[in-house]
């Protein structure tokens, strides 16, 4: 349930209500919106203490949660979360493009490609460094090698790096290195994973698994949020379905719906949806039209000598075009790009 508390509490006040729902058993979650402060009170039941907080005189009203993920609903949190992936504001007005390479492949190829994607736009720089590769005998990533060059080239570029972690043990390495960590499609349901990247409170990028539902999907975010870290920006990068002429299916309605369920930042991932670099673009427009805040995308810089994902990935001159295109719909929307 939800507990608001009256404007103008003061800290003692919120202390209070916080000693009290702990002795009860249940863990407080707070939030300080812009007039109020409200707390999430997480715990089985919980409902069922309502009327001892509905009679301090400092509590506004007490509400039940009825969606299964609590902290990650608008329920919860009727603001919509910004994250800050080091000055990089997603999920306020601006529409956000992250890019680069799928693999870290070398010093060059980053920077090459990095520079790029910068000149074009892009505020963030994503590459893989430890690849969830569907055969084992495809390119692996450079793992730790491949994070020391995502630092090196982001402080040269001044770009935030987003990469991914596959393991809870290789967590602790990803933040020394990277502003924000991915949690992939197919680590999702990961749970330990989840824990681990909840304790951080590095940003997290939570790509939604290719056969999971919508509430699947939020579920996971809760893991991360209930462990402590409120930093995450989800990421609907296309599903399994029937259809095998794309290598998924973008679904553009959860885009949308999203945003009526949480109040978590959600971005669009067009490259591994569709899996072909000739609908990257317009997927990217319809995800901006569907109110997405933003954008990865994958570009190479010879896509044909990739060691991943080359077919999807977009040459830094498409890459411009479809930046060009993007922020023309973003700013008919009356958002910012
Ligand atoms: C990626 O972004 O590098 C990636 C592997 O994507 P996904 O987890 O969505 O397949
Ligand atoms: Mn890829």
């Keep these: 349930m939800v507990i608001t508390l009256k404007a103008g509490t003061t800290e003692k006040g919120i202390e209070h209500v916080v000693e009290k729902i702990k002795e009860l058993g249940f863990t407080p979650h707070i939030s ?76 060059e190829q980053l920077l090459e490609i990095a520079s790029q994607v910068k000149e074009a736009g892009a505020k963030i720089l994503r590459g893989g460094a430890f690849k969830p590769r569907s055969s084992p005998y495809s390119f692996q990533g450079l793992g730790e090698e491949g994070l020391k060059y995502l630092a090196e080239v982001s402080k040269i570029t001044e770009l935030p790096v987003v990469t991914e972690a596959m393991d809870p043990r290789q967590v602790e390495l990803v933040i020394r290195y990277a502003d924000m960590v991915q949690v992939g499609a197919r680590n999702m349901q990961n749970f330990d994973l989840l824990k681990e990247v909840g304790r951080s409170r590095k940003p997290v990028l939570l790509k939604r698994g290719m056969a999971s539902t919508l509430k699947e999907f939020l579920m996971s975010a809760e893991y991360i949020l209930s462990s402590g870290n409120y930093n995450v920006i989800l990421c609907e990068r296309g599903i399994r379905t029937f259809e095998d002429a794309t290598r998924f299916t973008l679904d553009l309605s959860t885009l949308s719906l999203i945003k009526e369920l949480s109040h978590l930042p959600v971005i669009a991932d067009p490259s591994h949806a569709t899996g072909k670099r000739s609908l990257v673009a317009s997927m990217a427009n319809a995800a901006i039209a569907a109110g997405s805040d933003g954008l990865m995308i994958e570009v190479h810089s010879r896509p044909e000598e990739a060691l991943s994902d080359g077919f999807q990935s977009l040459t830094p001159p498409d890459f411009r075009k479809l930046m060009r295109r993007m922020r023309s719909i973003a700013k008919a929307l009356g958002r910012k790009a």
């Design 32 to 107: 300080h919106g812009e007039e109020r402060v409200i707390i999430g009170v997480i715990g089985e039941n919980a409902i069922r203490s309502r009327e001892i907080f509905e009679a301090m005189f400092i509590v506004d009203s007490v509400m039940p949660i009825s969606r299964p993920y609590k902290l990650v609903s608008r329920e919860f949190k009727g603001e919509a979360t910004v994250v800050e992936v080091k000055d990089v504001k997603v999920g306020g007005n601006e529409v956000v493009v992250m890019a680069g390479p799928c693999a870290v492949e070398n010093r």
